[in-house]
């Protein structure tokens, strides 16, 4: 599996290119700023692009779409609690003083206890709502050989966890659904968040806060 992380735009939201390697099919995950500068990091790896998956729709993880989706001719997947999201980009850009975005066009709609194909490459969609009632970890169980892999968006950061204070965000949710959801995975599992570097489920489990009981009290 090719799996590249790009830090992108003011926010340093992470963009991640995932790959096959046996089919070289590749999918762009996030599409927020410098999109041009993240289709070149596909071509690097020889990855034909052939969908845009989003993990949420808030503005720094969508502005860049119907610019990606115009370039590459490819389908957009997005959970569909995330459509009122995607449709507030304009007036978030706007609330940051930047230029008004395309709200771009859903083609398909990702659906928790399904899964996605990228070549070869299957992820599970699993729920991990609370920062945005759409957001989904894309998950690829490990082998034995290698550890499982979760693109989790902003549920969970190394040592903290995603905002929830923004509209339509519910701390109690976010919780409920890293533990139901993400600490069930291995402790070897490598997690790809939505900002910042990369970390694994057993660091979290061992030292976030968030990952503790009774972490509801860093929430009030």
């Known amino acids: 599996m090719i799996l590249e ?50 993990t949420h729709a808030h503005l720094d993880h969508a502005e860049g779409v119907a610019e990606a989706k115009e370039k590459l001719g490819i389908p957009y997947w997005l959970h569909e609690a995330e459509l009122f999201n995607l449709q507030n980009i304009p007036n978030a850009a706007r609330g940051y003083g930047f230029p008004e975005p395309p709200v771009p066009e859903v083609d398909a709609y990702l659906v928790p206890g399904e899964t996605i194909s990228v070549g070869n490459l299957e992820f599970e969609i699993r729920l991990t709502d609370g920062h945005a009632p759409g957001n989904v970890t894309l998950y690829r169980p490990g082998d034995g050989t290698e550890p499982g892999h979760a693109i989790v968006g902003d549920a969970l950061f190394a040592g903290s966890i995603g905002r929830t204070d923004l509209y339509m965000g519910d701390g109690g949710v976010l919780l409920n659904a890293i533990r139901t959801q993400l600490l069930t995975l291995p402790d070897d599992t490598v997690v790809h968040p939505g900002h910042g570097p990369e970390t694994t489920i057993g660091h979290e489990r061992a030292t976030n806060p968030f990952c503790r009981p009774g972490a509801e009290q860093f929430l009030t």
């Open 5 to 54: 992380r790009i830090p992108v735009g003011p926010f340093q939201m992470n963009s991640y290119v995932v790959g096959c390697t046996e089919t070289k099919e590749g999918a762009y995950i996030d599409p927020g700023a410098e999109v041009e500068r993240v289709i070149e990091a596909a071509r690097g790896h020889g990855l034909n692009l052939t969908k845009i998956i989003g």
